[in-house]
């Protein structure tokens, strides 16, 4: 794309599925994101558009502020596009200050994010499989794990980490390393990742002796 897009398709680009990138909007909307490869159609019914790699680029970089605005102007924008970059659903890796309640209302959320994570593989890997996790996945590696983890029951872990699990970044390219509080904690999210198409294997951190899971999405 040569130049940003216009500001009613941002709203239509932030307004996406977190989680598939689903789009909603007018067809000349819809239409103009296509021609600027941020989005595609889906070739089959009902033929639903979706953000592509390009797009999704776009939703979670912050807007570009007016030429001249104040910094303080600059700085509040980014913060807004921070928090409408979450959406409705933010994975939670584990340690948060402030997750919030874990009712139904967060049930529900989790649910739709995992089904339409399901149908973002679906769509976007080769052969149409939903076993292995997609482009999407490798590009987020702890979202993508900790919503498989969530959507499984596994509880993240609270702000003093004793208990539930915690994803965490690692050096390693295409992995993530999963604490637990114990090692029964550690072979559940171990048998969880593995039936979303991860594989995981349990390590232990040479300083502390602490056990934990060293994760990769499987390609194949």
């Given amino acids: ?8 398709q941002r709203r239509v680009i932030d ?37 592509t790699p390009a797009g999704h680029r776009v939703r979670e970089a912050a807007p570009e502020p007016p030429a001249g605005a104040p910094r303080a102007k600059a700085g509040a924008a980014q913060a807004a596009a ?10 939670r890796d584990g340690g948060e200050e402030a997750a919030g309640a874990a009712g139904p209302a967060r049930l529900r959320e989790v649910h739709s994010a995992w089904q339409g994570l399901l149908e973002l593989r679906r769509m976007t890997n080769p052969d149409g499989g939903t076993d292995r ?31 539930g699990y915690r994803v965490r ?33 349990e390590h232990t951190e040479p300083r502390t002796r602490a056990r934990y899971l060293l994760a990769s999405p499987r390609r194949t």
């Fill in 15 to 51: 307004a996406a599925d977190p989680v598939s990138g689903r789009l909603r909007g007018t067809q000349a909307q819809l239409a103009a994101l296509v021609r600027h490869g941020l989005a595609f159609r889906h070739p089959r019914p009902p033929h639903d558009h979706f953000l």
């Fill in 169 to 201: 970044a690692t050096p390693q390219p295409e992995a993530v390393a999963v604490h637990g509080p114990d090692d029964a904690t550690l072979r559940a999210c171990a048998a969880t990742l593995g039936k979303a198409g991860w594989q995981a294997g």
């Fill in 1 to 8: 794309m040569t130049r940003p897009p216009t500001a009613a």
């Fill in 133 to 163: 996790p997609c482009g999407w996945e490798r590009a987020h590696l702890v979202r993508a794990a900790a919503l498989a983890l969530e959507a499984a029951g596994h509880r993240p872990a609270g702000p003093s980490g004793a208990d």
């Fill in 82 to 91: 921070a928090d409408a970059d979450s959406g409705v659903y933010a994975a």
